[in-house]
């Protein structure tokens, strides 16, 4: 058990602060709806929260879409988000977002293994440290999103069909500001991130009249790599990320729902996550993933309030050593 525990924390602290991973806090992602599918969304995603895995996706925004999320992450560190996007006929969108996670009250301990020598004067002295206030510092990283994205449309000869399939070819930017604050110290960074996909419908593709859509995705994150400046004079280079998504859409029209499956893999972490949702009149939505954290819950509801389309999204995680921990969030379209 605390072995366990022990190592969780190193993984934060690594998640965190650490060299490469020195942006790692975005892999968390902004959406609930994500959360609950594994995080694995890069190729479904069409709100403004799709920047974070593949920014092609906010050329799907018709009018503004604002959203917002907040979470406790096994009551170590919160993360929230704020962003909005504006779209122009759904073929065009421009966003900015702001992302920040935070660690708070951390304690300041002394080194008792190199200020006391002895055995019993160390227990002695932790006895006495115990029961004193410690001083605390703060962990903040925040990183601020400028994105753009838009949708073409091609007609692609695949070689098996008389006709031509006609395929949606969104491409998305992102210019990513990083900063981080620890103790005393402060760094900076910037980053680009390059994402599109291939959307094509299924009766176009394989000649099967009921089928739904599939959907092909590519990103680029910290292309050229992202150095993390610090005012130690240290740096931490962030390597470039590349993500494959693949999504599917099935509607079942007899129940007037949809079926959606996702799948992600990161070059980086060379790991493969995914999730499933199920959708009842586009209102009610459950969803199920799974990624390294294990298992992953959580429902959705879509309803009009005052002319406005309202989204209200929670997520479930859970690990076997630590608190669960709840993710919500929301969007406005208008």
């Given at each position: 058990?605390k072995?366990k525990f022990?190592?969780?924390m190193?993984?934060?602290?690594?998640f965190?602060?650490g060299?490469?991973?020195?942006d790692?806090?975005?892999?968390?992602?902004?959406s609930?709806?994500s959360?609950?599918?594994g995080n694995s969304t890069?190729?479904?995603?069409?709100?403004g929260?799709?920047?974070v895995?593949n920014?092609?996706?906010i050329a799907?925004?018709?009018?503004?879409d604002?959203?917002?999320m907040?979470?406790?992450?096994?009551?170590?560190?919160?993360?929230s988000?704020i962003?909005?996007?504006k779209g122009v006929?759904?073929?065009?969108?421009f966003?900015i977002?702001?992302?920040r996670l935070?660690?708070?009250?951390i304690?300041i301990?002394?080194?008792i293994?190199?200020?006391?020598?002895?055995e019993?004067e160390r227990?002695?002295t932790v006895?006495?440290?115990?029961r004193l206030?410690?001083?605390?510092f703060?962990?903040?990283?925040?990183?601020?999103f400028i994105?753009?994205?838009?949708k073409?449309v091609?007609?692609?000869?695949f070689g098996?069909r008389?006709a031509?399939v006609?395929v949606e070819i969104p491409?998305?930017l992102?210019?990513k500001l990083?900063r981080?604050?620890?103790?005393y110290l402060?760094?900076n960074?910037?980053?680009i991130?390059?994402?599109?996909r291939?959307?094509m419908?299924g009766?176009d593709?394989?000649?099967?009249?009921?089928?739904g859509?599939l959907?092909?995705?590519?990103?680029y994150r910290?292309?050229?790599?992202?150095?993390?400046?610090?005012?130690?004079?240290k740096?931490?280079?962030v390597?470039m990320?590349?993500l494959?998504?693949?999504?599917f859409?099935?509607?079942?029209?007899r129940f007037?729902?949809?079926?959606?499956?996702?799948?992600?893999k990161s070059q980086?972490?060379n790991?493969?996550?995914?999730?499933?949702e199920f959708g009842?009149k586009?209102a009610i939505?459950?969803r199920?993933g799974?990624?390294?954290?294990?298992?992953?819950?959580g429902?959705?509801?879509n309803?009009r309030?005052f002319?406005?389309?309202?989204?209200?999204?929670?997520?479930l995680?859970?690990?076997?050593d630590?608190?669960?921990?709840?993710?919500?969030?929301?969007?406005?379209?208008?």
């Amino acid at each position: 058990m605390k072995v366990k525990f022990f190592t969780v924390m190193f993984l934060l602290v690594a998640f965190l602060f650490g060299g490469k991973y020195a942006d790692a806090f975005l892999d968390l992602g902004v959406s609930a709806r994500s959360l609950a599918m594994g995080n694995s969304t890069g190729a479904i995603d069409t709100t403004g929260t799709a920047f974070v895995f593949n920014p092609a996706g906010i050329a799907y925004v018709r009018n503004f879409d604002l959203n917002c999320m907040y979470t406790v992450n096994f009551g170590m560190a919160s993360t929230s988000y704020i962003g909005i996007v504006k779209g122009v006929k759904g073929e065009v969108g421009f966003g900015i977002s702001w992302i920040r996670l935070s660690v708070e009250d951390i304690p300041i301990r002394p080194d008792i293994f190199r200020l006391v020598s002895g055995e019993k004067e160390r227990r002695d002295t932790v006895r006495v440290i115990s029961r004193l206030p410690l001083n605390t510092f703060d962990d903040f990283e925040d990183a601020f999103f400028i994105s753009v994205g838009r949708k073409f449309v091609r007609y692609v000869d695949f070689g098996w069909r008389y006709a031509k399939v006609r395929v949606e070819i969104p491409v998305g930017l992102n210019v990513k500001l990083v900063r981080k604050r620890l103790y005393y110290l402060t760094g900076n960074g910037i980053g680009i991130d390059l994402g599109f996909r291939l959307r094509m419908r299924g009766k176009d593709l394989f000649e099967i009249r009921n089928i739904g859509d599939l959907v092909i995705g590519f990103t680029y994150r910290n292309i050229g790599g992202c150095t993390i400046y610090w005012s130690s004079k240290k740096q931490d280079c962030v390597e470039m990320d590349r993500l494959f998504s693949l999504g599917f859409s099935q509607p079942v029209k007899r129940f007037d729902s949809v079926i959606v499956i996702s799948l992600q893999k990161s070059q980086v972490y060379n790991e493969m996550t995914g999730g499933i949702e199920f959708g009842i009149k586009r209102a009610i939505y459950f969803r199920a993933g799974y990624s390294d954290v294990g298992l992953l819950l959580g429902v959705g509801l879509n309803f009009r309030k005052f002319g406005f389309l309202v989204s209200i999204d929670y997520a479930l995680y859970m690990h076997e050593d630590l608190t669960a921990a709840h993710r919500v969030g929301g969007g406005v379209k208008f």
